[in-house]
């Protein structure tokens, strides 16, 4: 009987370090996944990022155009040269954020 209560326990045993096994395995892929979905979370915070910079300059460049007043020269060339540069930036944000 002794050798029947042994063979049971090993066979128990053996259940549970296959599930075990699988646990592991299972838990293993669950970190892959979350490591590559934080690297692309990370990935476009940092697009995120470079587009909030843009609109920061944007908004810098309008308030520029803005403050600009006729008596300062040549206001219609330095106003269409800002919006040139607004217009750049805006390219390079869209493609930024491609």
Not at 38 to 53: A, P, T, V, Y
Request: glycine share 4%; aromatic share 4%.
């Amino acid at each position: 009987m002794s050798q029947d209560l042994l063979r049971s326990n090993l066979s128990r045993l053996e259940r549970k370090i296959l599930m075990l096994l699988n646990e592991h395995k299972n838990l293993r892929e669950e970190v892959k996944s979350l490591t590559n979905e934080n690297q692309m979370l990370k990935q476009g915070l940092q697009n995120r990022d470079q587009q909030l910079e843009g609109f920061k300059n944007q908004i810098k460049f309008t308030k520029i155009a803005d403050r600009i007043h006729p008596e300062d020269g040549d206001v219609t060339e330095l106003k269409r040269k800002v919006d040139d540069y607004i217009r750049e930036i805006d390219k390079c944000i869209a493609h930024l954020s491609q």
